[in-house]
């Protein structure tokens, strides 16, 4: 039942993709920071953006492979935690070099294609999938594949798009569901 949720996620990556930080072959790591980038761009204002679906996916992934290698599931604070600090790593990495994360960009979204390609031919993306099955291709979802080429221009629009998203995210104070939670309880404490 844990993994049920994932299904809507899940069938957000088929849809088209509206170092450094650079990917590194290690899944659980990888997710994560992919996690991370795509929660930072939840904070720019998209209509009916994917972003969500994509961070919660990929935090998914991270947690699956994170508790296998623990030998326990993680809770969902685990999860958002390691989420949140990838996201802060990627701000001060975003300030020192600004293009290295439009190379990780790049390779999260070939990443999300390979990982909505292979959910789709194993038939995950179906009403009854259980969370058995999406555990076991979680743990076998291969390593991120090479970014593919892309234009001068595609790049130059995904530096943009970069820079916007963590631009937004520092209007908001770098807001993470822990300093939210934070925020709240000192509120209802006064």
Not at 24 to 41: E, P, R, V
Not at 90 to 115: G, K, M, Y
């Amino acid at each position: 039942m844990r993994y049920l949720y994932a299904l809507p996620l899940i069938i957000s990556l088929l849809l088209p993709p509206s170092v450094h930080a650079a990917l590194n072959g290690d899944i659980k790591t990888d997710a994560i920071k992919c996690s991370g980038l795509w929660f930072i761009f939840t904070t720019l204002p998209i209509e009916n953006s994917t972003f969500p679906s994509l961070s919660s996916l990929m935090s998914l992934i991270y947690a699956v492979h994170e508790g296998e290698r623990q030998g326990d599931s993680l809770t969902n604070g685990q999860i958002s935690e390691a989420k949140d600090a990838a996201a802060m790593e990627l701000v001060q990495l975003h300030s020192q070099n600004p293009d290295a994360l439009t190379e990780l960009f790049r390779q999260c979204n070939s990443w999300r294609e390979v990982i909505a390609s292979i959910l789709s031919e194993k038939g995950l993306l179906t009403k009854g999938t259980t969370n058995a099955e999406f555990e076991a291709a979680f743990l076998a979802m291969p390593k991120h594949p090479s970014s593919r080429k892309y234009s001068k221009e595609e790049k130059f629009k995904i530096q943009v798009f970069v820079d916007s998203a963590f631009l937004a995210w520092k209007d908001m104070d770098y807001m993470t569901l822990r300093k939210t939670m934070s925020k709240l309880k000192e509120e209802v404490s006064k």
